[in-house]
């Protein structure tokens, strides 16, 4: 390469331009006090280094030049003022600012510059300048690198681009969120207005069929000939289903929004069974559907769940089995086995000699509205809800429930569900203590029922033929029937039990047991029966006196239906008085002591919930506490929450009827005698 003659201002050497740079292999450039620059090395790392000599208008360009510029290097390298052939129009302008501004003042650069190559195509460079000066201070020429950072600016476009999708992306999210929330907003007040709804519709329907079936329950007691017994019937069963109808709605709805809580008390299953058999015991009879039910000798009757979810899943099985079997009978089995010290699982089995149902129908049992064929609801009625919501019910308390069935052959449903074992649980009554127990009957499946339950109790059943056959028998129990009386004539020394079915007296003197009938009731009749527990049964028996009853009702009609019921429960009328609101009950609480307070939640001036917990607040000192009852149509969910937070022991929903008022004043009466207790 040809020198330049002038030195730098420093007195260091430097090359002069070449004529023909392109002509010396390889092209080297050393700008001051640097080191030369290998063309392999400047194409390996995308630079090029340039040098214009503005005096004498001379270019010279690095072979790493050309070849970012894709320019034969054995052409002259382009002239300055040629270079807008190779920017773009912002960047040349932007090129020569930097250029004018350094002529002048000396002034370095360094700037990005969107380049263009011999093809066409675009490429980018970070551009770097600075000014030399003669011995005399003046400038003569302008040198500098490019690099190619097309690689980084499409790296930084793409992190642009990544970082506006992500900003779009972003706003769609904070969108999407603000939505969602508005739409929670909109959801939570539907919800309110549902629940409202259904509060307000519970409270209307269940006021007036308290009153209906109330009355119904307490006309039942009373002389009837067979039209007003027809009547009565009619009205109750009426009612009923209406009351089964919004229960079904109610629950259905709360399951579906996920609110439907469950109950943690203590409960018995033998009492389990006995009330879901017996709600069914008319209608069996009036069908001559014999309804029977077996309990396993070891089940464990104390457990702590949800007794009216339980019930509600049994009187399902039960009702449907009983709606679609016309002869033959409806079998509830019910089994426990421990799942460790704290829980047990439960299985109850429902069998029928029903219509059955087809393998199609099966596949649609628990979905919700679906009934086994499409005439069934006007043929057989319902809303096809009983079962989806069992399923739920089921499911809630960590159970399953299935079903077997074939067209003409019946079906059984089967569920099981864990609870707890109740830690202040008794061992099973074994009274009879292997005593054996004759049986007169012409029912298999009677006999089949009784003998499970005299095996629960500790005995054995066997059936007996004649009279020959008593040896070492003390009690028998007998099928009622019109030649009973003539029948049992051959069998003195025995003390009998005449057993009839339900809705039907019997036809002897001697002591009576309907069934289907309870463990407990079956028990009582071998106390009084057996000499060795009669005499335990006269020696364990007192007398308690009756309970101080405070309802408070702002329903006239309800306080007569519920005064009514509990004289039909051997409770005097002196002994029950009526207020209608919770500030009338907080001054008669406060005059005088009660053992039971049946508390309407809703009523005018102070509510139910209000009064209780202003009343627990005051008792505290008193040394006597009320055992209060929720008596309410209300059916939404957190009633029963409500009503326990704030100190109430049970809870009654609208309608009542007179067998439920009895098994609470016999709970109240219970757990008052416990409170009462002398430790």
Request: glycine share 6%; with cysteine.
């Amino acid at each position: 390469m040809k020198e330049f003659a002038r030195r730098p201002s420093d007195g260091s050497e430097f090359p002069s331009a070449a004529e023909n740079p392109a002509q010396d292999q390889p092209v080297s450039f050393q700008p001051p006090a640097g080191r030369p620059v290998e063309v392999s090395v400047e194409k390996l790392a995308g630079m090029g280094s340039w040098s214009w000599d503005h005096v004498r208008d001379k270019v010279i360009w690095s072979e790493g030049l050309y070849h970012l510029f894709q320019i034969d290097p054995a052409e002259p390298a382009p002239r300055y003022e040629r270079h807008d052939r190779l920017y773009s129009p912002d960047s040349l302008r932007l090129l020569n600012e930097a250029v004018t501004e350094c002529l002048k003042n000396g002034t370095p650069y360094q700037i990005e510059l969107e380049a263009i190559r011999q093809d066409g195509s675009h490429f980018f460079l970070a551009a770097h300048g600075m000014a030399d000066r003669d011995p005399e201070g003046r400038i003569f020429r302008l040198f500098g690198t490019v690099q190619d950072i097309t690689n980084q600016k499409k790296a930084e476009q793409q992190v642009r681009l990544t970082n506006e999708e992500l900003r779009q992306a972003n706003a769609r999210l904070k969108d999407a969120v603000e939505n969602a929330e508005r739409l929670a907003y909109v959801a939570q007040v539907a919800e309110r207005q549902r629940s409202a709804l259904l509060a307000v519709m519970s409270h209307e329907i269940r006021t007036p069929l308290n009153a209906i079936l109330g009355m119904a329950s307490l006309l039942e007691t009373t002389p009837l000939n067979g039209e007003q017994t027809e009547y009565v019937n009619t009205l109750s069963s009426s009612g009923h289903g209406l009351a089964a109808l919004l229960n079904d709605v109610l629950d259905f709805s709360k399951l579906e929004a996920g609110k439907l809580a469950l109950e943690r008390k203590p409960f018995s299953l033998l009492e389990l069974a006995h009330e879901s058999i017996f709600m069914f015991a008319g209608a069996a009879r009036e069908k001559n559907v014999e309804l029977t039910y077996l309990i396993d000798p070891r089940l464990e009757d104390r457990v702590i769940g949800d007794f009216y979810r339980l019930k509600q899943i049994l009187s399902n099985l039960l009702g449907n089995a009983l709606k679609f079997t016309h002869q033959g009978g409806v079998c509830l089995t019910m089994t426990t086995r421990p799942l460790g010290e704290t829980e047990l699982q439960f299985e109850a089995e429902v069998a029928d000699s029903g219509v059955g149902i087809s393998p199609s129908a099966m596949k649609y049992l628990f979905e919700p509205f679906q009934q086994a064929d499409s005439s069934i609801t006007r043929k057989f009625g319902g809303t096809g809800l009983g079962l989806a919501i069992s399923r739920q019910l089921v499911e809630l308390m960590k159970g399953r429930i299935q079903a077997d069935s074939a067209l003409g052959t019946g079906s059984t449903f089967r569920f099981q569900v864990v609870l707890e074992a109740d830690p202040h649980r008794e061992t099973n009554r074994r009274i009879l203590d292997g005593q054996t127990i004759g049986y007169l009957s012409s029912s298999p499946r009677n006999q089949e029922m009784l003998a499970s339950l005299v095996e629960y109790l500790g005995g054995k059943l066997v059936a007996l033929s004649s009279p020959e056959h008593r040896s070492g028998i003390e009690v028998i129990l007998a099928d009622s029937s019109p030649g009973l009386p003539q029948y049992l004539d051959g069998w003195q020394g025995q003390r009998v039990i005449e057993v009839h079915p339900f809705a039907e007296k019997g036809v002897t003197h001697f002591q009576k047991l309907t069934i289907p009938c309870s463990v407990a009731q079956l028990e009582e009749c071998f106390r009084k029966s057996l000499p060795k527990l009669s005499q335990e049964l006269r020696q364990t028996q007192t007398a308690s006196p009756s309970l101080r009853i405070l309802v408070a009702e702002d329903n006239k009609i309800n306080q007569r239906v519920i005064a009514l019921m509990l004289q039909k429960l051997g409770i005097p009328a002196d002994r029950v008085d009526m207020v209608i609101n919770g500030a009338e009950a907080l001054r008669e609480l406060s005059a005088r002591e009660y053992d039971l307070v049946l508390m309407d939640l809703q009523m005018p001036d102070v509510d139910g919930i209000t009064a209780t917990h202003l009343w627990r607040a005051a008792e505290v000192n008193s040394g006597h506490r009320v055992f209060i009852c929720a008596l309410t149509a209300n059916a939404t969910e957190g009633d029963r929450k409500r009503c326990l937070e704030v100190g109430m022991d049970d809870y009654l929903s609208k309608p009542i009827v007179l067998d439920q008022l009895r098994q609470l004043v016999e709970q109240a009466s219970e757990t008052i005698r416990q409170w009462h207790q002398v430790p």
